[in-house]
């Protein structure tokens, strides 16, 4: 049997000695729970949602349960989530109680392809109210608002809640965490979940939430085979989904012998866009994975990787005939990137 794939972040942004313990600990945790999933099912949907719930219970991650509070001291999620073999997507935002908006949007998926009544459409995003409403149509269990904060979330909320109104420049916290899973099929998911960027406006929608800005995948077939690419994003969300980054990444990388080189100027066009001044610190990070597969072969060419302009990223990845996942922070001290690319066969 072919083996499957998994790569999961936690978030680019700043990492203390204590979280990047965490960090590197439960990107470990989410990649090995991939597996199991893959293992179990061979769904790749499953296995990056499995992956990304991980990272939404791990308080270390701005994600789920510890997400950044909105400027009114509320927790206000978002994910989505899109899957190779037909091409859609899901999403939430503004999620307040529930601390798996990952698994929402896998529910909302399945939504997607059964048929409605008097021929409506099923809703690719839903929002705020209307994500209370759907947990209650789906019997989903929910959390109070409450419930999902954290001792840390709070006292950070409070920190930063008093350098606003002592007019003192705030850091963008953002990490959003993230993961591209592989069936043995070759049949690919990513998924991403975010709390958001601190003491947000309330009902602000990320990147994390729209398709081809925050997440993105896409397949080229031709005659000598197919190519399918997944790439999943964390930083700043406004720039990131004002550049359309992961949708430009995904039609860049799908063609190209040179990785490297296609994302060294995809980072470069990033910081250089006309919008960039507006937005103090910008930050960016992501995840990414290619599979090539060659008409009359079983072999499959696997390329997967990370790039991030932020000063640190958690990232984990590993195949599913693999013991054990490969974790690491980079640390980018002062340089102005990190790229990293491997390729190998699936």
């Given amino acids: 049997m072919n083996?499957?794939?998994i790569i999961a972040h936690a978030g680019a942004g700043l990492y203390s000695e204590r979280r990047e313990h965490s960090a590197k600990d439960a990107c470990a945790k989410a990649c090995m729970h991939a597996k199991l999933e893959l293992e179990a099912t061979s769904n790749a949907i499953a296995?990056?949602?499995a992956a990304v719930k991980v990272l939404e219970d791990s308080p270390v991650c701005n994600a789920g349960t510890g997400s950044n509070l909105t400027v009114n001291g509320e927790v206000e999620c978002e994910a989505g989530l899109m899957e190779s073999q037909?091409?859609?997507a899901a999403s939430v935002g503004v999620c307040k109680d529930y601390k798996y908006p990952s698994e929402l949007c896998s529910r909302l998926l399945k939504k997607r392809k059964l048929p409605k009544s008097h021929g409506r459409i099923p809703p690719s995003m839903i929002v705020s109210h209307g994500v209370s409403e759907f947990l209650k149509e789906e019997g989903f269990p929910t959390n109070s608002n409450e419930d999902l904060k954290?001792?840390?979330s709070r006292k950070q909320y409070e920190k930063w809640k008093q350098f606003l109104e002592d007019d003192v420049k705030i850091p963008t916290a953002q990490d959003t965490v993230g993961a591209i899973c592989i069936d043995p099929s070759g049949e690919f998911c990513v998924c991403c979940s975010s709390g958001?960027?601190?003491?947000k406006?309330?009902?602000r929608i990320g990147s994390s939430a729209i398709p081809g800005h925050g997440f993105w995948?896409?397949?080229h077939m031709n005659a000598t085979g197919s190519s399918t690419f997944a790439t999943c994003m964390t930083g700043t969300g406004e720039h990131i989904s004002n550049t359309n980054f992961a949708l430009r990444c995904s039609n860049l990388m799908l063609h190209t012998e040179d990785e490297v080189q296609v994302l060294e100027s995809l980072i470069r066009e990033f910081w250089e866009h006309?919008?960039?001044k507006y937005i103090p610190n910008l930050s960016l990070g992501f995840i990414f994975a290619k599979m090539e597969a060659f008409t009359g072969s079983q072999s499959r060419r696997l390329t997967y990787g990370f790039a991030n302009s932020s000063p640190a990223m958690a990232i984990g990845h590993m195949k599913t005939n693999s013991k054990k996942p490969h974790v690491l922070i980079t640390r980018n001290h002062d340089k102005p990137y990190t790229i990293s690319v491997a390729s190998g066969r699936l």
């Avoid at 958001?196 to 003491?199: A, E, M, N, P, T």
């Fill in 217 to 219: 995948l896409d397949r």
């Fill in 86 to 88: 037909t091409g859609m």
């Fill in 196 to 199: 958001g960027i601190l003491l």
């Fill in 274 to 276: 006309p919008s960039s």
């Fill in 150 to 152: 954290t001792d840390g």
């Fill in 47 to 49: 296995a990056a949602v």
């Fill in 201 to 203: 406006s309330t009902g």
């Fill in 3 to 5: 083996s499957g794939f």
